[in-house]
Nanobody
């Protein structure tokens, strides 16, 4: 069955950078879209970035556009989220999710979710 495992979270000061990784395995359907989401305590889940199966098309939330970059290496079954110019509002649990259409990014409609990795940004 599909399995997604996130890593790379941690604590960083405002203005710093982190790169999150999502290891993808067991996906037998095609195409597979991958999206990153985040959720802070007491807040709704927010779609952060999404990427098409081949990596040629990406989408971003307005709140991270220009600061975050999503990418994928299909030879390694990995998806990445490079996060620059972090600020305390970026603090949240970050999840990757896999689905068969862009609805994975737009609605969170996914076939598989990872367990999440925590990102904490201090002022």
């Amino acid at each position: 069955r599909a399995q997604l495992v996130e890593s790379g979270g941690g604590s960083v000061q405002a203005g710093g950078s982190l790169r999150l990784s999502c290891a993808v395995s067991g996906i037998t359907y095609s195409p597979n879209f991958i999206a990153w989401f985040r959720q802070a305590p007491g807040a709704e889940r927010e779609g952060v970035a999404g990427i098409s199966p081949g990596g040629g098309m990406t989408k971003y939330a307005d709140s991270v556009n220009g600061r975050f970059t999503i990418s994928r290496d299909n030879t390694k079954n990995m998806v990445y989220l490079q996060m620059n110019s972090l600020n305390p509002d970026d603090s949240a649990m970050y999840y990757c999710a896999a689905g068969s259409s862009w609805r994975t990014w737009s609605t969170g409609e996914a076939n598989a979710w990872g367990q999440g990795t925590q990102v904490t940004v201090s002022p």
